[in-house]
């Protein structure tokens, strides 16, 4: 819902000599009204800025995880981090839609076309930061180009970096990735420390995915 905003209002008209007192009134009238504007958008945007997803989501389909990691029911693959984990949290609580490749789009297209329109639709992209999303320089180092890409060509789109699993030491890594890391804000996966929906980890990614006028989601909602 838009906010309610006022026309900032002009200077007092010079009928003759106007009083120190009056102009600073209406500097600070005028300086009220241009805050609301500013401010507006960020309530509005999220239903009015023609997108259909809050966030899309890009991550490795390949576990990173040794065989002993994956007998810890507190260590999950990126898979099963970005496909239920995150809808189970973002979405089901916190009332967040988000766009998954293998969830939400027809199969049968061409991979680069979908993904752009994707990202385009999306107001954040989340990137899952693990060894193989590194490792598969194709397709997942693509949707990172794009989602920087869209970052830069219009302010509405915003990336954010989850290290979900420790990363090579940053002189091999790639170019793209080396940059990304430097100006992207990143929030690091602690495993079980991590988990609960409380934690630093969840607080810090609503934090940077966009505003919403009803965050929480009451359990009604879903039954």
């Keep these: 819902m838009a906010v309610a905003t006022e026309e900032p209002q002009s200077f007092p008209a010079a009928a003759g000599v106007v009083s120190p007192s009056a102009i600073v009134e209406a500097a600070v009238r005028a300086a009220i009204a ?18 259909e997803f809050d966030a899309f989501v890009s991550y490795a389909n ?20 970005a496909l239920e984990l995150l809808p189970n949290v973002l979405e089901k609580q916190h009332g967040y839609k988000l ?9 049968g297209g061409v991979y680069t076309e979908d ?5 385009k ?10 060894p193989n999303y ?10 990172l180009q794009t989602g920087v890409s869209s ?6 789109t915003k990336v954010i970096l989850i290290k979900f699993h420790s990363l090579p030491d940053r002189v091999d890594l790639p170019e793209n990735v080396k940059k990304a890391i430097t100006v992207l804000p990143e929030i690091t996966w602690k495993g079980k420390k991590s988990f609960p929906p409380s934690s630093n980890f969840w ?11 009803n965050n929480i989601v009451t359990s009604q909602s879903f039954n």
């Excluded at 766009?99 to 199969?107: K, V």
């Excluded at 639709?121 to 693990?130: A, G, K, Q, T, Y």
């Excluded at 970052?151 to 509405?156: A, G, I, S, T």
């Design 134 to 143: 590194i490792a598969r320089n194709d397709s997942r180092i693509f949707e």
């Design 203 to 213: 607080k810090m990614l609503r934090y940077h995915m966009p505003v919403k006028k």
């Design 62 to 81: 390949t576990s990173s995880l040794g065989e002993d990691d994956e007998s810890n029911s507190y260590i999950i693959t990126e898979e099963k981090f």
């Design 121 to 130: 639709r999306s107001r954040r992209v989340i990137i899952v930061l693990s």
């Design 115 to 119: 993904v752009i329109s994707c990202i």
């Design 151 to 156: 970052m830069l060509d219009n302010y509405k």
């Design 34 to 51: 241009w805050a609301a504007i500013a401010e507006a958008p960020s309530v509005a945007v999220i239903q009015k800025d023609g997108k």
């Design 99 to 107: 766009c998954l490749f293998e969830r939400d789009i027809l199969p």
